[in-house]
């Protein structure tokens, strides 16, 4: 596998750029040793500000998605890897799932079997704590509420997940694992359609993370950016941020905007409709 060009340096983003708005994972990249940075959450609503719209992308499950969709200065929300998207419209909050109700019902039996057989066979490993509040997935904790666990764990988790035929992706906190073809770029262009009425065009967002399980959307948005703690999930990736920058966490979220609202396109900074 070839080593990706590495990331540039936050500072050498371009000027001139007529974005129509910002999808962001939460953990590690709003957040920073688990909590939300307050310049991070500003961030979020000066770029509304800006008429961009802007999105969270996140391994969240659906109960904190609901909250996030309601509340934060967001225009949608895309939850458990891109299993679900919320948003609000017309004054309700909509809902939508990449899976109907009955197969995930038939998916969450599997997955429970699955979690059983797991936590017996990595030590030190549990279910995340959010793990009541999803609709879709089972997210295994290897360091937000445990003792932090070693790569080899870590793998050994992602091993168990595969072994069974499931899909699973390495975030900052936990190993997600779910049945179905979806990953975060998946659902990112269900809601596009579904909340906007038109197919998405990557060249004209830019994404924020910082984990392996970002890898898609870096991969897919030209305009990615990681923030200075995906360092260490580099080598676990086939595709890498094409910007970098210097803080970490929510704090480099907010580096970035910084950044991204003094070189936009005068022409750009009327809000965008919906």
Same mark, same amino acid.
């Given at each position: ?41 500003? @961030? ?17 499950? !659906? @109960?904190?998605?609901? +909250? ?17 998207? $919320?948003?609000?419209?017309? @004054? ?22 699955? !979690?059983? !057989?797991?936590?017996?066979? %990595? ?5 995340? &704590? ?15 509420? %445990? ?11 992602? #091993?168990? $997940?595969?072994?069974? *035929?499931?899909?699973?992706?390495? &975030? &900052? ?10 990953? /975060? ?12 009425? #038109? ?21 897919? $948005?030209?305009?990615?950016? *990681?923030? #200075? ?8 990736? #086939?595709?890498?941020? &094409? $910007?970098?920058? /210097? +803080?970490? @966490? ?25």
């Amino acid at each position: 596998m070839a080593t990706p060009a590495p990331p540039r340096p936050i500072d050498q983003w371009p000027a001139g750029l007529a974005l129509q708005g910002v999808l962001c994972d939460i953990d590690d990249t709003l957040t920073h040793e688990g909590r939300l940075v307050p310049a991070a959450l500003l @961030g979020l609503a000066r770029l509304q500000e800006a008429g961009l719209r802007v999105v969270p992308v996140t391994g969240r499950p !659906a @109960g904190w998605v609901d +909250q996030i969709a309601r509340i934060w200065p967001v225009d949608a929300v895309v939850g458990e890897n891109g299993g679900l998207w $919320f948003w609000m419209g017309e @004054g309700k909050l909509q809902r939508r799932f990449l899976q109907p109700e009955a197969e995930r019902a038939q998916n969450r039996a599997r997955l429970d079997a699955l !979690a059983a !057989a797991l936590l017996a066979e %990595v030590p030190g490993c549990a279910l995340a &704590s959010d793990q009541g509040y999803r609709a879709l997935d089972l997210a295994i904790d290897f360091c937000e509420d %445990v003792p932090p666990l070693s790569e080899a764990a870590v793998d050994q988790i992602v #091993a168990a $997940f595969t072994r069974r *035929g499931a899909t699973c992706k390495v &975030s &900052s906190i936990h190993v997600n694992g779910w049945f179905g073809a979806f990953d /975060k770029l998946t659902g990112v262009h269900r809601l596009h359609q579904d909340r906007w009425g #038109a197919p998405l065009d990557p060249s004209r967002w830019a994404f924020f993370g910082d984990s392996a399980n970002d890898e898609p959307m870096f991969g897919a $948005f030209p305009w990615s950016v *990681g923030v #200075a703690n995906v360092d260490r999930f580099l080598p676990r990736m #086939a595709s890498w941020p &094409s $910007f970098i920058t /210097k +803080q970490p @966490g929510g704090h480099g979220f907010a580096e970035a905007v910084d950044v991204l609202l003094n070189r936009r396109a005068p022409e750009a900074a009327t809000p965008a409709a919906g």
